[in-house]
């Protein structure tokens, strides 16, 4: 079983038997600029996340390549650990 966000990075490897994609998963449910929280769904785009956040003059310190396509999911410093190690992960949030 393999967990697909915008597919951008997604492992080498044998196919899988499931594929379960987060691309319908893209709300942002809650967003206090105030507080500096924000709630979204896993299958949010990085770039579409960006452009919610800039108009209260706020960004996320990520900056992923193809950022219109990668999502939250794809790109959460857990997925990043699991994958590379907990040591490219030096902005987890
Ligand atoms: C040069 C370079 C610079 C980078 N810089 C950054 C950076 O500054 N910040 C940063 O965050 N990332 C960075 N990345 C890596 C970044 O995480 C990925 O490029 C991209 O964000 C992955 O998003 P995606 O939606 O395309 O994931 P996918 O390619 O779809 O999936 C990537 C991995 O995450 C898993 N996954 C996807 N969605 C979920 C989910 N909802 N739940 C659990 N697992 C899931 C997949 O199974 C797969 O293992 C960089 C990569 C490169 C090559």
Known sequence: MLFVGGGT???PGPPVDL???SEKLDRVIE???ADQVVIVECGLRLAALQRELA?????????PPQPD????GGSSPRTR?????????????
């Open 9 to 11: 990075a997604l492992p």
């Open 19 to 21: 594929e379960i994609s």
């Open 31 to 33: 967003y206090e600029p």
């Open 55 to 63: 108009k209260h003059g706020q960004r996320l310190a990520l900056d």
């Open 69 to 72: 396509k990668a999502t939250l």
């Open 81 to 93: 650990s699991v994958r590379s190690g907990p040591a490219s992960v030096p902005c987890a949030t």
